[in-house]
């Protein structure tokens, strides 16, 4: 019997795979999509769906904002499903110890200027803030999507160009003796492909590395709590100017402390509080978020300790959802060293590509989705090139 080979196997099912697997069945490529679930529980079912294409602070950060919005300005259509995108005010709450125009001063590099609010006005715009809680807030314009029905949209958009999904857990990368990788090691069976594409988010360095491939991918224990739809109106996305995720994600990316990330058990920092949150169209809500560096994916966490820390937190600054029903969860977000997705070919394992490490993920995963199919059908790109692990 002949075993069915692959142009592409593409590991993981969230936005990065499916947008990923749908650009490259676009080109004619034979794909299968892999994801260990039949629904999505991984960082883009809980993400507040929003798109920051305010926040380019470089040429190539801009680029990836403009083409990002764009995409999804146009997104609905294309793939022939509502992906719900809505522009929608960012409000940047400050916290009343700090200096609201030398937090306005700290945006000033970002392709948008910043708007300065008042106390006054920022009820204005979001009246379940606690105008006791904050200083001020800093308003960017900003979209949002649900992220769950744009993942789905993607994924049934590729299965009408012809992809194959299977829903496995991915054991192993199997290599060939001349360091190719030529197959994929599933908990129900063994895929071939000519190239595998890794798209596992928080998994993706575990992944890659049972493969001996070594990159800068860490990851992140994401916390927040999932309500059912509210009859409570949030009019705006909601998070704190002063993000203590981004000095988490540098403390923790250190080239020191890359051996430790070799070994299950370590707490890299302490865990911070960036309250935060969002309502969608359907009115259920997304807040926290609590992000804890624990190098096992897998660590046990304190569920109820966790929740009660997220509700004081939001419930600071947003009263009327420190008591709301809702349900706590977590899942794995990864980031790089540079705060830019690692996408592209590998140097010392052939056939092997990896397309992760995103900030701004649910902006920029479309946009480098169609570039890397392009390249991947021969067509050269410098975007892919400087976000080249080999670069």
Same mark, same amino acid.
């Given at each position: 019997?002949?075993?069915?080979?692959?142009?592409?196997?593409?590991?993981?099912?969230?936005?990065?795979?499916?947008?990923?697997? @749908?650009?490259?069945?676009?080109?004619?490529?034979?794909?299968?999509?892999?994801?260990? *679930?039949?629904?999505?529980?991984? $960082?883009?079912?809980?993400? @507040?769906?929003?798109?920051?294409?305010?926040?380019?602070?470089?040429?190539?950060?801009?680029?990836?904002?403009?083409?990002?919005?764009? #995409?999804?300005?146009?997104?609905? &259509? &294309?793939? &022939?499903?509502?992906?719900?995108?809505?522009?929608? *005010?960012?409000?940047?709450?400050?916290?009343? &110890?700090?200096?609201?125009?030398?937090? !306005?001063?700290?945006?000033?590099?970002?392709?948008?200027?910043?708007?300065?609010?008042? +106390?006054?006005? $920022?009820?204005?715009?979001?009246?379940?803030?606690?105008?006791?809680?904050?200083?001020?807030?800093?308003?960017?314009?900003?979209?949002?999507?649900?992220?769950?029905?744009?993942?789905?949209?993607?994924?049934?958009?590729?299965?009408?160009?012809?992809?194959?999904?299977?829903?496995?857990?991915?054991?192993?990368?199997?290599?060939?003796?001349?360091?190719?990788?030529?197959?994929?090691?599933?908990?129900?069976?063994?895929?071939?492909?000519?190239?595998?594409?890794? #798209?596992?988010?928080?998994?993706?360095?575990?992944?890659?590395?049972?493969?001996?491939?070594?990159?800068?991918?860490?990851?992140?224990?994401?916390?927040?709590?999932?309500?059912?739809?509210?009859?409570?109106?949030?009019?705006?996305?909601?998070?704190?100017?002063?993000?203590?995720?981004?000095?988490?994600?540098?403390?923790?990316?250190?080239?020191?402390? *890359?051996?430790?990330?070799?070994?299950? /058990?370590?707490?890299?920092?302490?865990?911070?509080?960036?309250?935060?949150?969002?309502?969608?169209? *359907?009115?259920?809500?997304?807040?926290?978020?609590?992000?804890?560096?624990?190098?096992?994916?897998?660590?046990?966490?304190?569920?109820? !300790?966790?929740?009660?820390?997220?509700?004081?937190? +939001?419930?600071?600054?947003?009263?009327?959802?420190?008591?709301?029903?809702?349900?706590?969860?977590?899942?794995?977000? $990864?980031?790089?060293?540079?705060?830019?997705?690692?996408?592209?070919?590998?140097?010392?394992? !052939? /056939?092997?590509?990896?397309?992760?490490?995103?900030?701004?993920?649910?902006?920029?995963?479309?946009?480098?989705?169609?570039?890397?199919?392009?390249?991947?059908?021969?067509?050269?790109?410098?975007?892919?090139?400087?976000?080249?692990?080999?670069?």
């Amino acid at each position: 019997m002949s075993i069915k080979t692959y142009d592409w196997i593409v590991v993981g099912g969230g936005i990065t795979g499916t947008a990923l697997a @749908y650009e490259l069945a676009r080109q004619d490529f034979r794909v299968l999509l892999l994801d260990k *679930d039949a629904t999505l529980q991984n $960082a883009t079912r809980y993400s @507040y769906g929003g798109l920051a294409y305010w926040s380019g602070t470089s040429q190539l950060t801009r680029q990836l904002c403009q083409e990002g919005i764009a #995409c999804h300005r146009h997104l609905s &259509e &294309e793939l &022939e499903a509502d992906t719900q995108f809505r522009e929608l *005010d960012l409000l940047l709450t400050i916290d009343t &110890e700090d200096d609201p125009e030398a937090t !306005a001063r700290s945006y000033a590099q970002f392709a948008i200027s910043p708007q300065l609010l008042s +106390v006054e006005e $920022a009820c204005e715009r979001e009246p379940l803030l606690n105008r006791g809680a904050i200083a001020g807030a800093i308003r960017f314009p900003h979209g949002h999507i649900h992220p769950a029905k744009t993942t789905q949209a993607y994924s049934n958009a590729f299965r009408r160009a012809g992809g194959e999904i299977q829903v496995a857990e991915v054991v192993k990368l199997q290599p060939r003796g001349d360091h190719r990788i030529e197959s994929v090691k599933t908990t129900d069976g063994t895929y071939y492909a000519a190239n595998t594409v890794v #798209c596992a988010g928080g998994f993706s360095r575990s992944l890659l590395q049972a493969t001996g491939v070594d990159l800068p991918l860490y990851f992140t224990h994401a916390e927040l709590i999932e309500t059912p739809p509210l009859d409570l109106k949030l009019r705006t996305l909601l998070m704190p100017a002063d993000m203590q995720r981004v000095a988490l994600e540098s403390q923790a990316s250190t080239p020191e402390l *890359d051996p430790l990330w070799d070994e299950p /058990g370590h707490k890299l920092a302490p865990p911070i509080l960036d309250p935060g949150a969002t309502q969608f169209c *359907d009115a259920h809500l997304c807040f926290g978020q609590l992000s804890r560096v624990l190098t096992n994916p897998y660590a046990s966490i304190d569920a109820a !300790a966790s929740e009660a820390a997220i509700r004081k937190g +939001v419930g600071k600054v947003l009263p009327a959802l420190e008591d709301v029903p809702g349900t706590w969860h977590r899942c794995l977000i $990864a980031f790089s060293r540079n705060s830019l997705p690692v996408v592209g070919a590998l140097s010392n394992v !052939a /056939g092997i590509y990896v397309f992760s490490g995103f900030t701004n993920t649910l902006l920029f995963a479309p946009p480098l989705a169609k570039r890397f199919a392009s390249w991947a059908a021969g067509q050269g790109d410098e975007v892919i090139a400087q976000l080249s692990p080999t670069g």
